[in-house]
């Protein structure tokens, strides 16, 4: 059984007539009348009754024309998915995002996106980089914003999106106040505020062991306005990524001796075919210009006078 047979046979079932069948089905009326043959014999027995003045569905053919009236709407309904699908327009797109990074950086390219697609309607979530990288495998996100000290594992494709340093957060009239830049090695004896979440925690605590820098961890949170409104009270200090939204008040400087940066970077699964939304998407973080902070190791005088 094909379509054709099944848009002739119905087309049939609502003009009564197999001339007028024909022109709706822009046809000849033998090759109509030859596919409904076709179709009979497939289903074994008549579905019409000719008459000199109108033509009558039989009983077989009573019987079926449901059935085929469903197959043709769930046919036109997958061509119908299937477009949207290879269409940008009213497509969506699932973006997973590590739960440090801040909008201030992102929502300028997002706002970009819209622009270029403005049908394109993107759904966003918060993780840790486990369960990113979980949900990237399972296919519960499309593509995921994450940044990992050591870079991620070849069954994954990274883009770089942009680079910023880890800073140092700290109360007013903190000793750190007047200096530029903070050394880790000046850290010593500092009350320390956990970000439990943050995914450079073990890096920097490792950064601090080998450098015989003490911190007395003081409190600890998955919260980030909870660990930020204890620096700003002066319960202690905190590392912070420097494009983190902090409350207004609390002072940063840059980690020096060593620079701690991270690179943020747009997951995918390699290997994994782009739907149209995606690579839409892809494209468009090729093609945005990330403004650039003065003085961020991704700022092109930086980089100028380090060369």
């Avoid at 912070?240 to 690179?263: N, Q």
Wanted: charged share 20%; hydrophobic share 40%.
């Amino acid at each position: 059984m094909e379509m054709h047979q099944i848009r002739y046979f119905l087309a049939i079932c609502e003009t009564l007539n197999f001339t007028r069948a024909a022109e709706r089905c822009n046809v000849t009326q033998p090759a109509l009348t030859r596919a409904i043959q076709k179709l009979e014999e497939e289903v074994g027995g008549p579905l019409f009754r000719r008459e000199r003045i109108a033509t009558h569905l039989t009983h077989l053919g009573q019987l079926v024309r449901p059935h085929l009236e469903q197959i043709l709407a769930d046919s036109q309904a997958a061509m119908s998915t299937a477009r949207s699908f290879l269409s940008v327009d009213n497509a969506s797109l699932r973006l997973g995002a590590m739960c440090t990074i801040g909008p201030i950086r992102f929502v300028g390219f997002l706002a970009y996106l819209r622009q270029l697609q403005p049908k394109l309607l993107i759904t966003l979530s918060e993780a840790v980089p486990d369960e990113l990288i979980r949900q990237l495998i399972g296919e519960e996100v499309d593509v995921a914003i994450a940044a990992l000290p050591g870079g991620f594992p070849d069954r994954f494709r990274a883009t770089p999106l942009y680079r910023e340093r880890y800073v140092v957060a700290f109360p007013p009239g903190h000793r750190f106040e007047n200096r530029q830049v903070v050394r880790v090695a000046d850290m010593t004896g500092e009350s320390y505020l956990s970000r439990l979440n943050c995914e450079y925690y073990d890096y920097l605590g490792q950064l601090c062991r080998e450098r015989q820098v003490e911190l007395r961890n003081a409190y600890g949170s998955e919260q980030e306005d909870w660990i930020q409104t204890m620096v700003l009270a002066g319960m202690g200090i905190s590392f912070l990524p420097e494009f983190l939204p902090v409350i207004p008040g609390i002072h940063t400087r840059p980690i020096a001796d060593p620079e701690v940066i991270r690179e943020v970077v747009l997951l995918t699964v390699a290997g994994r075919p782009f739907t149209p939304a995606l690579a839409s998407f892809h494209e468009a973080v090729r093609r945005y210009r990330w403004p650039t902070p003065p003085g961020s190791p991704s700022d092109p005088q930086n980089r100028l006078e380090q060369a």
